[in-house]
């Protein structure tokens, strides 16, 4: 491979040493079909002689088979390749390439164009340090340019460049790029892009790309390399802010040694610095700062560490240490921007996992504020969020973690929703700031707890969900259920769909959101009356695995039973007792579950009750048997 660097025939051990020392810039390019953000990433390979002399002869080969430059070469055709893997069913979100020069490393990813992709350019802006963002001289400012340009300050990239590309194919007509340039400023001023370099130029003739065009005597700026060179990285800026290690792992090799290793994603720490670990708030001081080199005096942002401390102080995985005067926040409750990224809808009240840094918790989005129109910036209602939906939510997690706004640190200020059965990322997400009432609302004690009042009643609480199709017998076994221990003295409530409904959720209808609404909060109120010491049953269709999942996770795993109420489809809509399935059949009653909106059956309940085989009286029976087995009806 050649490089532009003479040091590699001359003396290859100092250029691998100067080499590992440069800067590395990661940069993504942007912008809409057919601007040109191949040919550009093409002519950079090229320029920087990071080309195999196979792929140079390839790219000569296919310029004159399927170039569209005539004899000359198709840059392109360096990048296009991916093209070809997607049409072939290969998924690839962001194609990324490596080159350097003499001053820098770079790594720049080609991220997809269309509206349909926004989660993958997501995915390849979360890294970046600047990006490129084409425009093409004949078209101008057009809606994709301004979708890219959101999303770009959205995700915190500070150094932006408007590459007014394909400038040969309009005479390189200063005028034509001066209107652009005025276009483009007043939109970004709309969205808070203030740092913009303009440049003019074009990437199939080489026109301000490595060198000065000598065809725009006119324009005086940087060339896009001179500027990627010299450009402010994530990490030089970093390094001015306030210290952070976010803990990936404590290092406990021996009894004599506990470190806590990670990557800074902030700031400077020398031994003696005064430190706090959020969430827990406790403090110490650096007694040493550890590499693979051995110990240092300093450290700074992007460097790998582990630090040892002058306290024992409990610091677990996921934790941030911080600099004590000027600490990382701690809150369970956020107003953040989230960017959906699976097929399946975000629904509100549904539980997720959410991942910062190396810190994983429950969270749910609890309200919707709005989605926002990537494409006018319009603020619009919404109740749900579809794949590459961008909205403005609420978030509550169970329990505080430590966190920065994402505009002041991105790593300590960005997460990811991870759907808790399939183990998808669903999400990606960015902290706002905490909202007030997690600081003002605390859990009170109490001193009659759950144990004092489960004893008076002489029985154990639990919960005895009961889940299955309309017309399975749910409220019909359940009842018999309540009856059969209501008479053997126990102390119960039975909370039943319908009946809920007219009180509790009567504002909800029977979307998947207001289903899973629904199910939030009867789980909660199933919590409060388990705390109560009472033998909660529960009747409800249940649909989704994901709510039965997450009213299990807010009692004891010895307080919940799950009982699926297995009856056919058939056999439950040949009952129809209420008339629902008839109407439902003929288009009258829409989300009606089995029919048009899906029922999760339970992969392994803790009972399966067959109401084929097995009658009501039958049922009840062998459930409060099966209770009393499981030690749930307690003395």
Partial sequence: MAHISDLIATDIEQYLQAHEKKSLLRFITCGSVDDGKSTLIGRLLYESKMLFEDQLAAMEADSKKYGTQGENLDFALLVDGLAAEREQGITIDVAYRFFSTDKRKFIVADTPGHEQYTRNMVTGASTADAAVLMVDARRGVLTQTRR?????????????????????????????????????????????????????????????????????????????????????????????QPFRLPVQWVNRPNLDFRGFAGTIAGGIVKP???????????????????????????????????????????????????????PAGSADQFETTLVWMHDEPLLPGRPYLLKIGAKTVTATVTHIKYQVNVNTLEHVAARTLDLNAIGVCNLSL????????????????????????????????????????????????????KAARAALKHQKPCVLWFTGLSGAGKSTVANLVEKKLHAQGYHTYLLDGDNVRHGLNKDLGFTEADRVENI??????????VDAGLIVITAFISPFRAERQ????????????????????????????????????????????????????????????????????????YLVLELQRRGGLGD
């Fill in 520 to 529: 939030r909060r009867v789980a909660e109120v199933a919590k409060l009356m």
């Fill in 398 to 449: 169970d329990r505080p973690i430590a966190f920065d706004p994402y505009d002041e640190n991105r790593d300590t200020g960005g997460f990811i929703l991870i759907d808790r059965l399939s183990n998808n990322t669903v999400g990606a997400g960015l902290i706002h700031f905490a909202l007030r009432r997690s600081q003002n609302i605390h859990m009170q004690h109490v001193d009659v707890d």
């Fill in 272 to 326: 003696g610095d005064r430190i706090r670990v959020q969430p827990s708030g406790k403090e110490s001081t650096i007694a040493r700062i550890v590499t693979r080199d051995g110990d240092v005096e300093q450290a700074v942002a992007g460097q790998s560490i582990t630090l040892t401390l002058a306290d024992e102080i409990d610091i677990s995985r996921g934790d941030v240490i911080s600099t004590a005067d000027s």
């Fill in 148 to 240: 890219h340009s959101y999303l770009v300050s959205l995700l915190g990239i500070r150094h932006i460049v408007v590459a007014i590309s394909k400038m040969d194919l309009v005479d390189y007509a200063e005028p034509v790029f001066r209107r652009i340039c005025e276009d483009y400023r007043s939109f970004a001023a709309q969205i808070g892009l203030d740092e913009v370099t303009f440049i003019p130029m074009s990437a199939y003739k080489g026109d301000n790309i490595i060198e000065p065009s000598a065809s725009m005597p006119w324009y005086h700026g940087t060339t896009l390399m001179g500027y990627l060179e010299t450009v402010e990285v994530d990490d030089e800026r970093l390094q001015k």
């Fill in 550 to 621: 997450m009213a299990r996770s807010l009692v004891a795993e010895d307080e919940f039973l799950e009982v699926f109420i297995d009856t056919p489809l058939e056999v439950a809509e040949g009952r129809d007792a209420k008339g629902l399935y008839k109407k439902a059949r003929r288009g009258e009653l829409k989300n009606f579950t089995g029919i048009d909106s899906p029922y999760e059956a339970p992969e392994a309940p803790d009972v399966r009750i067959n109401t084929v085989t097995m009658s009501a009286a039958e049922a009840a029976t």
